[in-house]
């Protein structure tokens, strides 16, 4: 969550470049949030159908939810149009009014809102949680009768979709759905596959785990050198750390092709399997020093995910009209800054009472 935040700030160069990547790596914390958030409908809500047997009661909850967040993204949705139009009325910071909404005036920008076609800011993603969680409901029904099968198919079909056939809708409704229901695969099998794991002996389990998080550091490795490195200044360690200030863009036509292309590169889904296993053991890892230490913010942040997220999706608009890129240091300062306010809104009582998680 800390990852997502500061991406949307998108104030570099920080010190926190050096572990969100400035927001330009193969893969970022959007991915894994979509996928981490198909695991717990997957792990609750299925672990929920296996005992009742029964799909309405777990249905109504989903539908609920679904409800929860479309409203949630119509409201804060039309807040962000208008912060955003207000800024531009006082000329403060770099906004167009063609940026926000449609030239048919505002009526129909917020119409367009409400129809799932149209959004502004950060919190408009909620709109695809919206539709994730009804479709939460059949996914389910396929695991609970062993046909994980056609899960793995729908996600290879979202994935490639909007590459055979042009419809009048917002094409990452399928990128991200991707994500989403291998999450759901994943969540609802994490107790089979954790069971079987924890059957095999040390050695493998070790093995598995180091060598996973290899990957993991190789992958990034080569994602770092083709973005960031550059010879003549990385000479040396303040070289090599200064290379992050600098997007190089190399092998532009292979990465922004099969990898980047407004994160539908083909192989961005493929690139996040393969480095997703490194980051859940590197997690389980450093399990218990994260919560002795860090759980104050990111566990807060986690326990209170939704709320962080329209939290710091609002408040991200007031940063960006005087948040500009100074320093190295400036640039940090206004980030644990933007951190810190998150984190303390998200505990007042009466945006607890009005965006509950």
Not at 250 to 272: C, H, Q
């Amino acid at each position: 969550m800390i990852v997502i935040l500061i991406d949307h700030l998108n104030i570099y160069p920080s010190i926190f470049q050096y572990i969100t990547g400035r927001g330009q790596m193969w893969v970022t914390a959007a991915e894994g949030f979509f996928f981490i958030s198909g695991a717990m409908v997957g792990l609750i809500r299925g672990s929920q159908y296996l005992k009742d047997k029964d799909i309405f009661p777990i249905a109504k909850k989903l539908l609920n939810r679904s409800w929860k967040l479309y409203l949630y993204y119509v409201f804060f949705t039309i807040l962000s149009v208008l912060i955003a139009l207000l800024l531009i009325k006082f000329n403060l910071g770099t906004l167009k009014t063609e940026e926000v909404m449609t030239a048919k005036g505002i009526s129909r920008t917020f119409w367009n809102i409400v129809q799932l076609s149209a959004g502004y800011g950060y919190v408009n993603f909620l709109k695809y949680y919206a539709i994730y969680m009804i479709l939460s409901i059949p996914l389910l029904w396929l695991l609970k009768n062993k046909m994980w099968y056609l899960i793995i198919g729908l996600a290879v079909v979202s994935w490639f979709e909007p590459r055979l056939a042009i419809f009048n809708f917002d094409n990452l409704f399928f990128y991200w759905f991707s994500y989403f229901a291998l999450g759901t695969l994943f969540g609802f099998y994490y107790d089979k596959i954790k069971s079987i794991f924890l059957k095999k002996s040390g050695l493998v389990q070790q093995s598995t785990s180091w060598l996973s998080i290899g990957v993991l550091f190789l992958v990034f490795g080569i994602n770092w050198y083709i973005n960031f490195f550059d010879v003549k200044k990385s000479t040396n360690m303040i070289g090599f750390l200064k290379s992050f200030s600098h997007y190089q863009w190399k092998l532009t036509d292979f990465t922004e092709t099969w990898l980047y292309n407004n994160r539908t590169g083909v192989m961005r889904l493929a690139i996040f399997l393969l480095i997703a296993p490194g980051l859940f053991f590197i997690f389980k890892k450093l399990e218990s020093i994260i919560k002795r230490r860090l759980d104050w913010i990111i566990g807060e942040f986690g326990r209170n995910s939704l709320r962080t997220f329209i939290v710091g999706g609002i408040s991200v608009l007031l940063f960006k009209f005087w948040a500009v890129d100074i320093t190295f240091i400036y640039n940090s300062l206004v980030s644990v800054l933007y951190l810190y306010l998150v984190l303390k809104i998200i505990n007042i009582s009466w945006i607890k009472k009005f965006i509950s998680n």
